[in-house]
């Protein structure tokens, strides 16, 4: 299979999971039978591309973030060698809202649909690219290295929906 032809199927799989909404009863189903318990939550491999579920059990102090402008920042990202190619798509047909995207990069990546129930904010669903975050690929999620790009997940959406539908869709173009 090639990446094109991955990049659609993972496509198809975000909009379908996006028409869900932010459901906080969604349990993921596992392909790959593979859960990984973290410090904020437990992750789900779902398929070997690979793409993750994980409802984000802890707070993120996003209120302390919106008082303060303390934001979790990322350092090991090069954005000069990233080649940028991304489509976002809504439809509003009938009163069936969708929402999806594509992720066309040129290199593999690892993908987060991240599920956020905040005690005092919207209920959220959104796609985080993990290796923006300094994701190791190379080691399953619940490793030292990993811990810092799942934690600061719920800041970096590349695309997401609230559970009042407010959605947003990034694209990044050299």
């Known amino acids: 299979m090639n990446s094109r032809q991955i ?3 993972l496509f198809f799989i975000i909009v379908h999971l996006f028409s869900f909404g932010c459901n906080k009863e969604l349990t993921p189903i596992s392909a790959s039978g593979q859960s ?6 437990t ?3 779902i398929d070997n591309y690979p793409l993750y579920t994980m ?8 209120d302390e973030y919106l008082q303060t402008g303390d934001f979790p920042l990322i350092s ?4 000069s060698t990233k080649k940028f190619s991304c489509t976002c798509f809504t439809s509003f047909a009938e009163g ?8 066309d990069w040129s290199q593999k990546s690892t993908y987060l649909l991240l599920f956020s129930n905040p ?17 190791k690929n190379n080691k399953p999620p619940n490793h030292a290295d990993n811990k810092r790009p799942i934690l600061i997940s719920p800041y970096y959406p590349f695309d997401g929906m609230n559970e009042k539908g407010v959605a947003i869709g990034m694209n990044a173009l050299p």
């Open 76 to 79: 090991s990202i090069n954005f």
């Open 43 to 45: 992750i789900t491999k």
């Open 7 to 9: 990049s659609l199927i």
């Open 55 to 62: 409802n984000y059990a802890t707070d993120y102090y996003f």
């Open 96 to 103: 069936n809202q969708v929402m999806g995207r594509n992720y």
């Open 36 to 41: 990984f318990e973290i410090s904020c939550g």
């Open 119 to 135: 005690t005092d904010a919207y209920s959220s669903v959104s796609m985080v690219d993990l290796n923006f975050l300094g994701y």
